[in-house]
């Protein structure tokens, strides 16, 4: 037999290593003809595990020098490694001798693979990328491969669950995928150049997972059988009531024989609130191989009516008891209640056969018995209206595939341990409230407690004492109550607290730290983005003395984007891709990120360009990837060719009035059309403000004439939506009355 040297390390321990990792890991490799056939070239990768190595070299067709930190502790053994390895090591102190074998190397046509985040990455994310690559490459006048190694995170070689080795190895061989990109010619690979790259090729070797071509409602109930007796749910819609795994795959087997034989319709609607009921209703519609559509019940009539016939819907699945509080809703002919269905279809005498299923067969037989299909991928997995803050809401299409990336996404930052108490308030119809107060838990094994409503403060303060939550995810206008209603001994088991769908304010954030000693992460995404993109999320501990403390969070900003995504800022009005630190329109790209719109038609591109999703978020990115959204494009007006941020106008007017936000937004800016400056800004408040004191204040607070609003008018309240947000079209629509357009 010829074995072909791919490493630097001797044969007698490159064949016995190169078997073992063989046997370990299953190795897709994407753009390997993008490594240079000779000459030097210098490899910069992600870093998510001490494994990379071994990934990387069984990938590439070339041998590879690697550069390693080699510190006073690293020990003999390690030590004899890198030796036999030929291994560069870059030593404490101001050495310099690392730079010069690396670059001896490349001038005699060696690879030479540096990790440009310094060290092993804590947080599943991609870190700063330091520059030593880049002197590497224009000192040896050679360029730079870049090079992204996926599905490592989570074995016992990374920092998964915040610690290293000590956690339970996987039985099965890994799937990786190891992607290399196009070349990097010397003069451009400065860290941004090579970050954006480095995001690209992570969107490819993340697509590749094999787990995002299987179905959402199949995975669940895998997941939940191999946890039968451990409790789920803990539902305090009324009287508390704990769901097992096993009772979840039972109630939900039941109902989705019954949807198959009675919904001959491909889509279902759900109105239900966040509770055992509503992981039951969807579990079963998806088990069934239907699509669940969760109607928003809050948004009115008309609205709803609207997302009924869009979604082409004929049967409805509720309770009595939401039929009796919602007497105003379009209910269609065909309005089921939830357990009448289920006690139809046999009730518990029909459950029993998967009851023990459940309990004595492999968890992939059960899903087979439920008769839930395995393969999902992009076909349609469930449809989320938007909220329809700045127009008429739109059905937004997410697959399988978009779903499933997202919750292994956030998994991937360990932010979420699957121990963990989650407290589930969000409605079912919101997005968050889909994926991670539906969805995460029961398919990554947190125990969640949910409540009816976020808008009932006293049950979700009294959820979280007594069940003893230790997650709480929520709109900004959601957690801001829990300031005033709460005492430090009733979220006193709370470890992490995220927002997202609006600004984190920092008088919420600081009164927060202050009275609960919790920091507020800040989270960003869009129904679109299936809905989490970038998260913030705790510095990671550091493990050795010689280790660098790595950052994880940034104030101000929605935090860095998630594995497997990349972003673009571009110009508003030509498209261009702009410097890193300019404000402009954010675009996305990653698993997550739907296809289409449900009025688009299949394969419509009107919400992306190029394969990016424009968002038409206003944002800037730092060189460390921290992204900091300004805000909706319709919450700025362009007058006299200037950006004028709404937000930033209603925060000066509070300040100059001592005003505290608390619990009910009580000011808001609105941009009307002007024939002269394109735009005019008006005040809608439920405060007694005077015009002409408003301007006088803004004025001497130095902001420009064309920042300060002309019109100011009392309202009752501020229109908003039952998501917490901000109804933009009927502000929009009192600000034009105002201003007698």
């Known amino acids: 037999m010829v074995i072909r040297r791919r490493s630097t390390l001797p044969l007698w321990i490159a064949v016995p290593v190169g078997l073992l ?16 056939a000779s000459g030097g070239a210098v490899m910069v990768s992600n870093h998510i595990s001490y494994v990379d190595v071994v990934v990387l070299q069984m990938a590439c067709p070339r041998p590879i020098r690697f550069v390693a930190f080699k510190g006073t502790g690293t020990g003999w053994l390690l030590n004899w490694i890198f030796e036999q390895a030929g291994v560069i090591t870059v030593s404490p102190g101001p ?56 599905g490592l995170w989570g074995s016992v070689f990374s920092f998964s669950r915040n610690v290293y080795i000590w956690k339970s190895p996987r039985l099965m061989p890994t799937p990786v995928c190891v992607a290399f990109g ?4 010397f003069g451009d690979c400065d860290p941004v150049t090579t970050r954006k790259a480095l995001m690209n090729l992570g969107v490819l070797a993340f697509d590749e997972r094999p787990t995002l071509s299987r179905n959402l409602g199949h995975e669940v109930v895998r997941r939940l059988a191999r946890r039968p007796g451990t409790v789920a749910i803990v539902d305090r819609t009324a009287a508390r009531r704990e769901v097992t795994g096993a009772q979840l795959v039972a109630a939900a087997a039941v109902l989705a024989r019954r949807i198959r034989r009675t919904v001959p319709e491909k889509r279902v609607g759900i109105v239900l609130p966040p509770g055992a009921g509503a992981a039951i209703a969807n579990l079963a519609v998806m088990c069934a191989g239907k699509v669940p559509v969760n109607l ?6 008309a609205s709803a009516t609207s997302s009924i016939a869009g979604a082409g819907i004929g049967t409805l699945i509720s309770a009595e008891a939401m039929r009796a509080r919602l007497p105003d809703f379009p209910w269609p002919e065909r309005t089921v209640d939830l357990r009448a269905e289920i006690d139809a279809a046999g009730g518990r005498r029909a459950m029993a056969p998967f009851l023990i299923a459940a309990w004595v067969l492999p968890n992939s037989w059960v899903a087979r018995v439920v008769g839930a299909p395995a393969r999902g991928g992009s076909d349609e997995a469930a449809i989320l209206f938007t909220s329809g803050s700045a127009g008429a809401p739109r059905g937004v299409v997410l697959s399988h595939r978009n779903l499933l990336a997202n919750c292994q996404q956030i998994s991937s930052t360990s932010i979420l341990p699957n121990n963990w108490v989650m407290l589930g308030c969000l409605p079912v119809f919101h997005s968050f409230g889909f994926t991670f107060t539906l969805w995460y838990p029961l398919l990554m094994g947190c125990k969640l407690v949910t409540t009816p409503s976020p808008l009932d403060t006293r049950a979700v303060i009294d959820s979280i004492r007594e069940e003893g939550a230790t997650v709480f995810l929520g709109a900004p206008t959601f957690v801001r109550p829990l300031l005033k209603k709460a005492s430090p001994a009733d979220l006193r088991t709370l470890e992490l607290v995220v927002t997202g769908a609006e600004k984190l304010t920092d008088d919420l954030r600081q009164g927060f730290q202050e009275k609960f000693h919790l920091e507020i992460l800040q989270g960003y995404g869009l129904t679109e983005t299936s809905p989490v993109s970038n998260i913030n999320v705790p510095h990671p501990p550091v493990t050795t003395d010689t280790a660098d403390e790595q950052v994880g969070k940034k104030v101000g900003s929605v935090g860095r984007l998630l594995p497997g995504m990349a972003a673009r800022v571009v110009h508003p009005d030509t498209g261009e891709e702009l410097p890193t630190g300019e404000q402009g329109i954010l675009l996305l790209k990653g698993p997550n990120i739907f296809a289409r719109y449900l009025d688009e038609g299949p394969g419509a591109q009107g919400s992306h360009r190029d394969g990016w999703y424009v968002t038409w978020d206003l944002a800037r990115m730092d060189r460390d990837g921290f992204v900091t959204v300004e805000g909706r494009l319709a919450r700025f007006s362009k007058m006299g060719g200037e950006m004028v941020p709404h937000v930033t106008i209603e ?38 403000l005077k015009p002409a004191e408003v301007r006088e204040r803004l004025s001497g607070a130095g902001f420009p004439n064309l920042w300060i609003p002309r019109v100011v008018r009392r309202v009752d309240a501020i229109p908003v939506l039952g998501t917490g947000k901000l109804d933009l079209r009927e502000c929009k629509r009192l600000a034009m009355q105002t201003a007698g357009r």
């Open 21 to 36: 990792a063989r046997l370990l890991y299953r190795v897709r490799v994407i753009g390997d003809s993008n490594i240079p």
């Open 182 to 185: 196009e070349p990097i010619p």
């Open 296 to 301: 928003n019940f809050t948004a009115g009539a």
């Open 95 to 150: 050495s310099s001798r690392w730079l010069r074998d690396s670059v001896r190397a490349l001038a005699g046509g060696e690879i030479v693979c540096v990790f440009p985040e310094g060290e092993i990455s804590r947080t599943g994310q991609l870190m700063t990328l330091k520059r030593g690559f880049e002197l590497m490459a224009s000192t040896a006048k050679v360029p730079v491969v870049p090079a992204v190694v996926d």
């Open 651 to 688: 925060q000066k007017i509070a300040e100059l009035y001592g005003y505290d936000p608390g619990e009910v937004q009580a000011i808001v800016v609105v941009g009307v059309p002007d024939s002269v400056k394109g735009e005019a800004l008006v005040v809608l408040t439920t405060l007694d």
